[in-house]
């Protein structure tokens, strides 16, 4: 039985329901066509990043003559929809927080992988541009050896406070901290709103903050800020203990960074090949995502203009799409 | 046997000796381990952890990609069914969201507009009107144009869309099995704790399963929101039918009513009111669910929440979550009043025909109105923008005030309760040994309520103590614990005041259904802006939860003392002093002690939201579970909250049956 079969649109009309209801009632399947007339449905998940992305990919489509619908969805239960053929395609998956989840759904053989955006996403510790001056050195990861006491709150210290990221997000900063030797004790928020709005209440009152902040994100255009550098990240730094600073320890390094990418039901192929071309050379870079975002987040301009007029001034580059 | 340990307390040297030994372990447990070489008597070893995990994990996957009735699989049945239920969900989402649309997705055309704001919110006032008179009608008009005017009315209208649909599917399958359980006490007792477990397991322990069946929408999310909602519908229904006085039921034997006849036409039309109350409930359980329902598809007021907040936009958030308080306030409102509305006698008039219905009248003709004129005059069908006003500047620019001008008294004050009453207790429930806690419920259990609570407690702690989520079970109820305790501290005084000041009442309910239907996260940002996550800010988040039940029996249960004995303290020369607490506090002691287990019910209902400002307990390994797509472990850690809801109810429940048999 092929799933596809099984597919309805979100939004149903009377008529259009109620016999798409019959043919499901009789098990008949309407031979596909060339290309599906059916909707495309693109997920909008909780950041306006996606949401860019997800809208300039949608009116892209459009001007392909495809019709679009948007469904909002939680990042991780999107895969659900995702493998079973109710959603379609989402736009940033990151490499940093879904790589395995997007290898379990391309091992089913329901989810493909669509390749990158174009944009990487960078994660690492970040802090505030004043705490440079209570930590000299900085950014260089070594000064925070000696100034440790400077990132702390009353309930850790003498140990820094360190904001990291969700449990589920991994990181291994537990261990980044022991094997570096810094003094720092990590708290883990349960969503990424919660470390903004720590970094917020802190950044009002000047006082001491040291985050897990990550790229492309409007981050750097409110703040003022930088990430730490740890020694570089390489794949044997978190594998061998020999490799890096420190002989006996794996974690010795900063974070790997990853790439965004399009992941899509494993259907999409078939039923809108042109479609599926498109999304796959979709790219953009996270110059032009950081612009987008600050322009939508922080001065309050409406999403659908800041998309136009990224399609209008792009259409050499998304016509090739 | 049983009877014996009920009708004689144990002397209360006993458990202060227990008290004082719990205490002592705590602190001493891990070096005597050590010293005797029984650590595994205090730290579960975990390599006895049962890996029922992994397999649970497996049968879902199974039951999902696999099981099959032969001619078609359990996932298309399922599919097939959530298609029959879409049918009304898309016809509701249309006529009051997105209007009437031909064809699908951007080619999509609309070809009837929905309900302008103006005709919804008449027939709102109207409904209003009908069930209470103009007071109601015009808290109708307010909420409605509260909606309109902040622009959040689409939005808005696709929670109603989604409420709308859910509420009779809830209340007929709530109703249904209501009666069979009524009908039925085999039934009855299989149900029970089906229905705790339904009440318990946090939505996001079985929402992954709900997606793979169900798929993506507003589907799974009203079932979602259905299995969450049932239980009161379910416990109502039994509740009023249980109520309904035995000269009817003699009466109908009398007449000779068939079993169906009965139920039609004396017990169900007796005990509407009771009913109603359900069907209440089934509302306020579904504007709680908001927010997760819009994680999986609903859209809708919850989704705007999480959008606002994840931007740090602390005034949309809060305007959103307000929207939803002020629609469940409207919906509670005029389901109440339907509930205890008396039809008035019929008057036979002899006024032309649409006089006679004047209020489903002016509906029609305001729909119709609006309908044609919103063709020329855009502003009939949607509200214009330039009327809407905003307040979302001044919620950032007020938690900013705060923060730069009292934040050291507030840490202060965090630290104050970090150091004397946080940190100390947390220490405790960690220290204790796993074997001395398990013995003391088994023993508890026995002296307070016989054999079968040592037994239940036993065996549902010890699930916990297997699957290896103990120490996250400890952290749970040392946070629920605390929270509830200062929940009474701070709830029962104002449940005393709201019972005993007049106009004090009035203010209280609209703040404790605030409380209880304004999104967690919406005031979670802020108080971690000021308190920093950690266990402090979970501690705020659930006891501000956790209080609504508190006010409201506490209010409930001083209502409902005989005014003749407070008459009888009048005569004798009582003070008010004196009346509150001799006559009124004593006889409303049972009802207050049922709302504490409803606080436990509650406190516990919030782990899931603690979790976000990083704690360490059973809500994160559910949350964890979510994001890694581990139905197995979400499952498991999910039934541990279950548990732990269950366990200490029944033993609220035997506490309270002592303390009023001795008082």
Redesign the interface.
């Known amino acids: 039985?092929n799933s596809s079969h099984?597919r309805?649109?979100?939004?149903?009309?009377?008529?259009?329901?109620?016999t798409?209801?019959l043919a499901?009632?009789l098990g008949l399947a309407s031979p596909s066509s060339a290309e599906s007339?059916?909707?495309?449905?693109l997920t909008l998940n909780?950041?306006?990043g996606q949401h860019i992305s997800a809208t300039i990919m949608?009116k892209v489509l459009?001007s392909k003559g495809l019709?679009?619908?948007y469904?909002?969805?939680?990042y991780?239960?999107?895969?659900?929809?995702l493998?079973?053929g109710?959603?379609d395609v989402a736009m940033e998956i990151w490499d940093t927080t879904a790589k395995?989840?997007v290898a379990?759904g391309v091992a089913t053989g329901k989810i493909e992988d669509l390749g990158g955006t174009g944009m990487k996403a960078r994660e690492e510790w970040w802090y505030p541009s004043y705490m440079k001056e209570r930590c000299p050195g900085l950014p260089d990861w070594t000064a925070l050896k000696s100034c440790a006491e400077a990132f702390s709150?009353?309930?850790t210290a003498p140990k820094g406070r360190y904001?990291g990221g969700?449990?589920?997000w991994g990181g291994n900063d537990e261990e980044r901290i022991a094997a570096l030797g810094l003094d720092f004790e990590v708290?883990?928020?349960?969503?990424?709103?919660?470390i903004?709005?720590?970094l917020?209440?802190a950044y009002?009152?000047k006082?001491p903050i040291m985050i897990w902040g990550y790229e492309p994100h409007?981050l750097n255009a409110k703040y003022k800020g930088e990430f730490v550098e740890f020694p570089p990240y390489a794949p044997e730094c978190y594998t061998d203990p020999a490799w890096g600073i420190n002989p006996d320890a794996t974690y010795d390094c900063g974070k790997p960074t990853g790439m965004i990418r399009k992941v899509a039901w494993s259907g999409v192929k078939e039923q809108w090949p042109t479609a599926y071309d498109a999304i796959k050379n979709f790219q953009i870079s996270n110059a032009e995502m950081s612009e987008m975002v600050s322009r939508v987040?922080l001065k309050g301009e409406d999403l659908n203009t800041v998309v136009d007029g990224w399609i209008a001034a792009n259409s050499a580059v998304w016509q090739k799409w | 046997m049983q009877r014996a340990a009920l009708s004689k307390p144990l002397p209360a040297a006993f458990w202060l000796a227990l008290a004082a030994l719990s205490l002592s372990l705590a602190f001493y447990a891990k070096p005597l381990g050590e010293a005797l070489s029984l650590e595994w008597l205090v730290d579960y070893p975990k390599l006895w952890i049962v890996p029922i995990q992994s397999q649970i994990s497996a049968a879902m996957h199974w039951l999902i990609d696999e099981a099959s009735f032969g001619l078609f699989t359990l996932r298309e049945a399922l599919r097939f069914l959530s298609g029959l239920m879409e049918v009304p969900m898309n016809l509701a989402i249309e006529g009051l969201a997105t209007g009437l649309l031909s064809g699908t997705g951007s080619r999509a055309v609309e070809i009837f507009p929905p309900l302008s704001w103006i005709a919804v919110t008449v027939i709102f006032a109207a409904t209003g009107h009908y069930a209470k008179g103009w007071a109601l009608a015009f808290v109708q008009l307010a909420c409605f144009l509260y909606l309109a005017l902040f622009g959040q009315w689409h939005s808005a209208m696709l929670t109603l869309a989604s409420i709308a649909v859910t509420l009779p599917f809830g209340v007929a399958v709530g109703l249904a099995l209501g009666i069979a359980c009524h009908t039925w006490s085999g039934f009855d007792r299989f149900m029970r704790p089906v229905l705790d477990l339904m009440q318990t397991v946090p939505v996001f322990a079985y929402l992954v399963p709900i997606l793979f069946m169900f798929g993506f929408g507003p589907v799974s999310a009203m079932i979602a929101t259905i299995i969450y909602a049932l239980p009161p519908m379910i416990h109502n229904t039994t509740l009023a039918l249980k109520a309904v006085p035995d000269e009817l039921r003699e009466f109908g034997t009398m007449v000779g009513c068939t079993p169906s006849q009965m139920m039609r036409k004396i017990l169900l039309p007796s005990a509407l009111s009771g009913l109603m109350v359900g069907v209440n409930q089934v509302i306020m359980s579904s504007l709680n669910m908001v927010i997760i329902a819009s994680m999986i598809g609903a859209g809708g007021l919850g989704y705007d929440v999480l959008f606002s907040l994840r931007r740090l936009d602390i005034g949309a958030g809060m305007e959103a979550g307000l929207a939803i308080v002020v629609l469940a306030i409207a919906l509670d409102r005029l389901s109440q009043a339907l509930a205890t509305r008396h039809p008035p006698a019929r008057k036979t008039t002899s006024r032309a025909f649409p006089l006679n219905y004047p209020r489903s009248f002016l509906c029609v003709a305001v729909i119709a109105a609006t309908w044609i004129g919103g063709n020329w005059i855009e502003a009939l069908q949607t509200f214009p923008e330039g009327w809407q006003i905003s307040t979302r500047q001044y919620w950032g620019e007020l938690v900013k005030a705060i923060n730069l001008n009292f934040y050291d008294q507030l840490e202060a004050v965090k630290l104050f309760f970090l150091a004397t009453l946080l940190l100390p207790v947390k220490g405790f429930m960690l220290g204790l040994p796993w074997a001395w806690v398990i013995g003391l419920i088994a023993l508890g259990g026995y002296k307070l309520g016989g054999w079968r609570l040592a037994l239940l407690g036993t065996m549902l702690f010890g699930f916990i103590l297997l699957t290896g989520q103990w120490d996250y079970a400890m952290i749970s109820l040392y946070l629920c614990g605390v929270s509830v305790l200062l929940a009474i501290l701070i709830g029962a005084p104002l449940g005393i005041l709201a019972a005993e000041v007049k106009g004090f009442s009035r203010v209280m309910r609209v703040a404790v259904d605030t409380l209880q239907t304004l999104p967690t996260f919406v005031y979670l940002i802020p108080v971690v802006m000021l308190f920093n996550s950690g266990d402090f800010s979970a501690l705020i988040a659930v006891t501000l939860y956790a209080v609504v039940p508190v006010i409201r029996y506490t209010a409930h249960g001083l209502d409902q003392v005989s005014p003749n004995l407070i008459e009888a303290g009048k005569m004798i020369g009582c003070s008010k002093w004196q009346i509150l607490t001799k006559i009124k506090l004593p006889l409303a002691a049972p009802h207050m002690m049922l709302g504490l287990s409803q606080t436990i019910m509650f406190a516990l209902s919030m782990l899931v939201i603690t979790a976000l400002v990083g704690t360490r307990d059973l809500g994160q390994q559910v949350y964890t579970a979510l994001s890694q797509a581990d139905p197995g472990l979400g499952l498991i850690a999910g039934l541990s909250v279950a548990f732990i809801a269950i366990v200490t109810d029944r033993f609220a429940a035997v506490a309270a049956k002592w303390l009023t048999a001795g008082g």
Do not use: C, Y
């Open positions: 039985m099984n309805r649109p979100a939004h149903w009309s009377v008529v259009g329901g109620s798409a209801l499901a009632m007339t059916d909707p495309i449905k909780d950041w306006t949608g459009e019709s679009v619908e469904v909002q969805a939680d991780i239960a999107q895969f659900a929809g493998a079973s109710d959603l395995q989840l379990d709150t009353p309930e904001v969700p449990v589920a708290v883990h928020p349960g969503t990424d709103s919660i903004f709005a720590e917020e209440s009002q009152r006082a409007w987040d």
